[in-house]
C-alpha cells in the first residue's frame, strides 16, 4: 500500500495535468508553502530527535551538512524543480536527462527514511503532489514527446518508493540507518526552507501563505 500511494500520487497529478492544463499557479504556491511546512516539521519532530539518539551529535550534524550540500549539488543540474521551479528551456525538444537524473536521485533518497515510519510517508506525499504537478506543466508544456514525458513521470513515481524497499532489504542501509538518515534530513531541511521563502513572489506578507504554514506546522505536530 506505501508503494502504490507513493506511485499513485504522482501519476495522478500528472493525469491532471494532462487533462486539466491548470494555468492558474495560485493555488499550487499555497500548497508549496504547506507541503513545505509539512515536511519541515515532520523532520524536526520525527526524523531529527531519533538520529540523534542513535549516533554521536557532532557526526549526525556533518551528515546533516552533507544532505544539504548534496542537494545543493542535484539543483546544479535540476534547476530547483524539487521545490517548484523548473528553470528550463521550454522550446528544448531535447530529453532533460540532467533533470530526470537529479530528480531520480533526489526521490530514491526520499525513500529511505519512510520505512518503519509511516508518518513520514504523509510528508513524502503532501510534497510530491505540488512537485508532480509543476514537472508535469513543464514536461507538457514543453516541446518534449509526450510518451518520454510520460515514461519521465512513471519512472520519478518507481523512484521513492524504490528507495523505501532499499531500505528494508539492503543490510547496508539498516547497519548505518542513522548517517544515512541525517543526510536525508539535511536535503528535507535544504528543500522545506528553500519552499517557505521562496512560495511567495517578491517576498511580501501573505496571509493565505502564513496560514497555509501554520496549518501544515500543527498538523504535522499531531500526527
Not at 81 to 108: M, Q, R, T, Y
Request: charged share 10%.
Amino acid at each position: 500500500m506505501t508503494y502504490f500511494l507513493l506511485i499513485i500520487a504522482v501519476l495522478l497529478s500528472y493525469g491532471f495535468v494532462v487533462l486539466a492544463r491548470p494555468r492558474k499557479k495560485e493555488g499550487l504556491r499555497l500548497l508549496l508553502a504547506f507541503s513545505g511546512s509539512f515536511l519541515l516539521a515532520l523532520t524536526l519532530f520525527e526524523l531529527l530527535p531519533g538520529v540523534y539518539k542513535e549516533a554521536d551529535p557532532k557526526t549526525i550534524g556533518i551528515f546533516i551538512m552533507l544532505g544539504i550540500l548534496l542537494q545543493i549539488f542535484l539543483e546544479f543540474f535540476s534547476k530547483g524543480a524539487e521545490h517548484g521551479h523548473v528553470h528550463l528551456n521550454s522550446k528544448a525538444s531535447d530529453f532533460p536527462w540532467l533533470l530526470f537524473v537529479s530528480l531520480c536521485i533526489h526521490a530514491f533518497l526520499e525513500g529511505i527514511p519512510i520505512e518503519g515510519n509511516n508518518t513520514i510517508l504523509y510528508g513524502i506525499l503532501v510534497h510530491k503532489i505540488p512537485i508532480a504537478i509543476i514537472l508535469s506543466i513543464f514536461l507538457v508544456g514543453s516541446k518534449i514527446q509526450p510518451l518520454y514525458g510520460a515514461l519521465f513521470m512513471i519512472a520519478f513515481s518507481l523512484m521513492t518508493p524504490l528507495g523505501s524497499y532499499a531500505a528494508s532489504k539492503f543490510e547496508f542501509i539498516s547497519n548505518y540507518s542513522a548517517p544515512i538518515n541525517a543526510v536525508v534530513i539535511g536535503v528535507f531541511l535544504h528543500i522545506s526552507t528553500v519552499i517557505l521563502f521562496e512560495s511567495t513572489e517578491g517576498h511580501t506578507f501573505n496571509l493565505r501563505k502564513l496560514t497555509a504554514i501554520v496549518l501544515g506546522t500543527a498538523i504535522a505536530y499531531f500526527l
